[in-house]
């Protein structure tokens, strides 16, 4: 049974940060390009940053330079460093695993309001 639990989420003021993690059990995880996605209310869900397999990474224009993508193999386990928060980075967030087809997570909740 493949599983991704995100973790990380909270409620953080603009200009704050937050690390948000995806664990994944039951996939051979160094095998899977990673990503995060987000949907925010009344919006669709939109893709934020993907990591290949060879760990290059990827970004929406709306968050280069701000949040970073990384993976840990050993762990199983993707990351998502935000730093700047913006107001408009307020969404859920989801996990994503992609091989010949995909692995959603539940999602984690980020607040970013004053």
């Known amino acids: 049974q493949v599983q991704l639990v995100e973790s990380g989420g909270g409620l953080v003021q603009p200009g704050g940060s937050l690390r948000l993690s995806c664990v994944a059990s039951?996939?051979?995880?160094?095998?899977?390009?990673m990503g995060w996605y987000r949907q925010a209310p009344g919006k669709q869900r939109e893709l934020v940053a993907t990591i290949t397999t060879g760990s290059s990474t990827s970004y929406t224009d709306s968050v280069k330079g701000r949040f970073t993508i990384s993976r840990d193999n050993a762990k199983n386990t993707v990351y998502l460093q935000m730093n700047s928060l913006k107001p408009e980075d307020t969404a859920v967030y989801y996990c994503?695993?992609?091989?010949?087809?995909?692995?959603w997570g539940k999602g984690t909740q980020v607040t970013v309001s004053s």
């Open positions: 994503n695993a992609h091989n010949n087809g995909d692995y």
């Open positions: 039951g996939i051979t995880f160094r095998f899977y390009a």
